[in-house]
């Protein structure tokens, strides 16, 4: 009788714990991703691209956007907060601690991104597409892993360049 | 003393539950060392197919198979993988996200997600890991060092490698994936290539000038591989080609009435008479028992012994089927009458031949197979019964590559399809409609009749 009951008590034990333990969750990367930047579009202000060979420095004052110390053009300061809205709401698609900087293209980077706010700098590399196109390797700073974030954050970037290089339409009147 | 007892039985419990546990983790170690994979599955769709198994017995040496998934298809890969490596002890593997090891995949000259870089003996073969036969066919490659050449003749109506339902798309996809490289020749450009190992003639509807049959005759002679897929249609030249070689290429149309596919105009003939013992149609003990679909055939035999030539008729058609001596008769659909000498009875339509002198020459006999049919390797039949066993098996025999002669991995034919793959008798057909149209409905009426005398009985 006893050892039956023993034998009942370990195989309460054993539902029990069964019950009890869980296996180990993976946390779910997709399509939600990681956040990036960790700030919010409001404290961004200044900016400093690096897209090729070209460089933009923006800083953000009062009266709008000022482009490399100059008052940026409407359409150019539209496209500066789309690109702080992209980068504010940018995530990874993937994380891990990679080899060589060659094999993701950080050592000759597509574009650098300094995000200014009040109290700290943050950068983020973008380097090579992955091999779908889809998706860019991506590293910040103080982060030895490698991301991977979507390939739209350089439309965004173009279209920056795109309207501060362009002639600007003579002034009716 | 009662405290002794009580002391006495919990220290054999402890012990009979120590024993316990320690015999099941014992036998948890026999099983993992002694893993065996039983596949009760219909068709042992979870299984390697024994051609794969065949080629890794091939493997003799480590082999290191490195495969490069997108990221969230990796389980489809693993499944694969596991199966390969519990069939041969030498095989490493070894499964990366593209997207993590670019670098790695780049050194092993990958460039696209869902491809293996397969590694043996210092040769290095990039292939598709998925599905099996593709993966089976990169080992073959990497094992044998290089690829089989596969030259398709035209310049005779003859049905394209590629493109369309009437085409070989799909046979030359799969002959591509087990390691031939495919490619076209013209029997009128000269001798054929001394690295080409097999020739194919798909469905010619136009004749052979005689130098092309002289080359075809040269390439045989010095050991390669001919197969001949020919439709009805009037080829003397051939024709006395293979006269002379001791076979009889029939001018007939073979239909079978009796064993029809269903849906069709009956004109397919449905081979389920297949000699053992030989590698196309019994290829290690495993014999095409699902029967072949000719959609439009003409018999082909052997006539006569000839000196140099060993051949032998391997499949024959049911003895339901007639041979119709009119193939425009046939198409019209009229049925079978000795009167237009059509001839009853069971035809014989794959013949398998060695050709040149046997016996201890260090090189190998040409190996020359017919099949009295085309259609039933295109696109529109391949993967009907066991249409692309036996056009598979053909291709490898003629190769001499003895490794993929066998089952294939099985397809699932496609919805749209000419065909279904449901193969009934008249007799079948007539059963079943009246069980369907007479009986069922007639148990139902019945069933309803008792009930209603039994309920007007009770009031």
């Known amino acids: ?173 | 003393m009662r405290l002794r007892r009580a002391v006495r039985g919990w220290s054999q419990l402890v012990l009979e539950a120590g024993l316990l546990v320690v015999g099941l983790g014992l036998l948890q170690v026999v099983a993992e060392r002694t893993n065996r994979r039983y596949d009760l599955s219909p068709g042992r769709s979870l299984s390697l197919s024994p051609v794969t198994r065949r080629v890794l017995t091939e493997v003799q040496e480590p082999l290191r198979l490195t495969v490069f998934y997108r990221r969230g298809q990796r389980e489809r890969y693993a499944v694969l993988l596991s199966r390969f490596a519990d069939a041969s002890p030498y095989l490493a593997v070894e499964l990366l996200d593209f997207d993590r090891y670019p670098d790695r995949a780049r050194s092993l000259g990958v460039t696209d997600y869902g491809e293996a870089a397969i590694e043996y003996r210092g040769n290095r073969v990039v292939a598709h890991a998925f599905p099996e036969e593709e993966l089976t066919g990169g080992i073959l490659r990497a094992v044998r060092g290089r690829r089989r050449r596969l030259l398709y003749t035209t310049g005779h109506g003859e049905r394209p490698p590629a493109g369309g339902p009437g085409s070989l798309g799909r046979l030359t996809a799969a002959l591509a994936a087990e390691g031939y490289a495919p490619e076209t020749v013209s029997l009128l450009d000269g001798p054929l290539p001394d690295d080409a190992d097999v020739v194919v003639v798909a469905g010619p509807e136009h004749d052979f000038a005689p130098a092309e049959l002289a080359t075809l005759a040269a390439f045989l002679g010095r050991g390669g591989g001919v197969l001949l897929l020919l439709d009805p249609a009037p080829l003397p030249q051939l024709g006395a080609f293979l006269a002379g070689l001791g076979l009889r290429l029939g001018d007939d149309f073979l239909v079978d009435r009796e064993r029809r596919i269903l849906g069709t105009d009956g004109l397919a003939a449905v081979v389920e008479l297949f000699k053992t013992g030989n590698p196309i149609t019994d290829p290690a003990g495993h014999p095409i028992d699902t029967g072949v679909v000719l959609p439009s055939a003409r018999s082909v035999d052997v006539a006569g012994a000839v000196p140099g030539v060993d051949a032998e008729s391997i499949a024959r058609t049911a003895p339901s089927g007639w041979a119709m001596a009119d193939p425009d008769r046939a198409r019209r659909g009229e049925e079978p009458d000795r009167a237009h000498h059509d001839v009853p009875g069971s035809a014989s339509v794959v013949v398998m031949a060695e050709v040149g002198p046997g016996g201890g020459e260090p090189r190998r006999r040409g190996r020359l197979v017919v099949v009295g049919d085309a259609d039933f390797a295109s696109d529109a039949y391949l993967d009907l019964l066991g249409n692309r066993d036996l056009a598979l098996n053909a291709v490898a025999w003629a190769a001499g590559e003895e490794a993929l002669v066998g089952p294939h991995e099985e397809r699932t034919p496609e919805i749209l399809r000419p065909l279904s793959p449901l193969v009934l008798s008249e007799r079948q057909a007539r059963t079943m409609l009246v069980l369907a149209a007479a009986v069922e409905p007639g148990l139902v009426l019945a069933l309803g009749l008792v009930i209603a005398v039994v309920r007007r009985r009770r009031g």
């Not at chain 1, 006893?2 to 539902?15: D, E, I, K, S, Y």
């Not at chain 1, 969750?25 to 960790?38: F, H, K, Q, T």
């Not at chain 1, 404290?43 to 009062?62: F, K, N, Q, T, Y």
């Open chain 1, 1 to 173: 009788m006893r050892r039956t009951a023993a034998l009942a008590l370990l195989v309460a034990v054993g539902g029990g714990l069964v019950l009890a333990v869980h296996g180990p969750r993976r946390r779910p990367l997709a399509p939600e991703g990681i956040g990036l930047l960790g700030v919010s579009p409001a404290a961004v202000h200044g900016l400093d691209i690096v897209l090729g060979a070209r460089h933009l420095s923006a800083e953000r004052r009062p009266g709008g956007w000022a482009i490399d110390g100059t008052p940026g053009s409407a359409a150019t300061a539209a496209a500066l907060d789309d690109l702080v809205g992209t980068l504010a709401r940018l995530r990874a698609l993937d994380r891990f601690r990679g080899g060589e900087a060659d094999a993701f293209g950080f050592a000759h980077p597509r574009a650098v991104v300094a995000v200014h706010t009040r109290r700290r700098t943050r950068r983020l590399v973008l380097g090579a597409a992955n091999a779908a196109g889809s998706a860019l390797y991506a590293r910040r700073d103080h982060d030895p892993r490698v991301l991977q974030v979507g390939i739209g954050v350089l439309s965004d970037l173009e279209r920056v360049f795109y309207f501060r290089d362009r002639p600007q339409p003579p002034e009716s009147g």
